[in-house]
């Protein structure tokens, strides 16, 4: 198989990526810095790379560059269309995963504001904006930030970041969205930092992880898929348990 060269990334392979292939779907975990389409800034895709192993595929959503986690690719036309139709009826659950700066206690919570999206952001707006719906839940609380899961039942262009920040709650490193980047000394007690270098973040990039997705496939049958973490997500998440 091809390995790939990629700016953040090195050899990328597609299969490696693969958590789940039927005739119908392939299921990746997305790695962070990786478009999903095509993008002018880089050479290698998502999509570049699954037509590398079937020139059918087309990528049925899109995950923001910076975000991790599951995609959903179809394998041929057909399988295209219909999840483009489950998607227009609201039929796909997906779950996501955030860290975000400062403590959040989030129970059941809807954030329902309208949004507004322009060419690369999105925006809560009464007047001119979509419906739009996002459920969150927080999953633990640390020191200084905390760990949500969000269910964005609309999809609009940066619905989770846009009502997130709209609700005071930015993910760590979200720049677009007044988020903050994470560092060891914010979170460790007597850290040591030596004068002359500067203190690199501990994840640099949103923190967001499309986490969980399910949806009746085809044939009729269920299908339920989890992805793991990426190594920065993991490691942000591990120092946080570590000094909490």
């Known amino acids: 198989m091809k390995r790939n060269t990629h700016k953040f990334l090195k050899n990328v392979n597609f299969d490696d990526l693969v958590l789940y292939k039927d005739k119908d779907f392939t299921i990746v975990n997305k790695p962070p810095h990786l478009s999903s389409l095509e993008d002018r800034n880089d050479s290698i895709n998502l999509l570049k790379l699954a037509r590398e192993v079937n020139p059918e595929a087309q990528v049925c959503h899109r995950l923001d560059k910076e975000t991790s986690g599951l995609l959903v690719i179809a394998n041929h036309g057909d399988a295209y269309k219909y999840f483009a139709g489950l998607l227009e009826n ?144 993991a490691v942000l998440l591990k120092q946080l348990r570590k000094f909490n």
């Open 90 to 233: 609201r039929e796909v659950k997906k779950v996501y995963h955030a860290i975000l700066t400062g403590l959040h206690k989030f129970k059941s919570f809807e954030a329902d504001e309208p949004l507004y999206s322009t060419i690369n952001k999105s925006r809560v707006d009464f007047k001119g904006g979509k419906p739009s719906l996002t459920l969150v839940e927080t999953l633990e609380l640390f020191k200084k930030h905390t760990l949500i899961k969000c269910f964005p039942v609309t999809g609009r262009m940066h619905q989770i970041r846009a009502h997130l920040a709209h609700h005071q709650a930015t993910i760590v490193h979200d720049k677009d969205y007044g988020g903050v980047p994470a560092h060891l000394s914010e979170i460790k007690r007597n850290f040591n930092q030596k004068k002359w270098e500067e203190e690199k973040p501990i994840i640099e990039r949103v923190a967001l992880h499309s986490f969980a997705i399910a949806f009746k496939q085809m044939d009729g049958s269920i299908l339920e898929l989890e992805a793991p973490y990426p190594k920065d997500f």
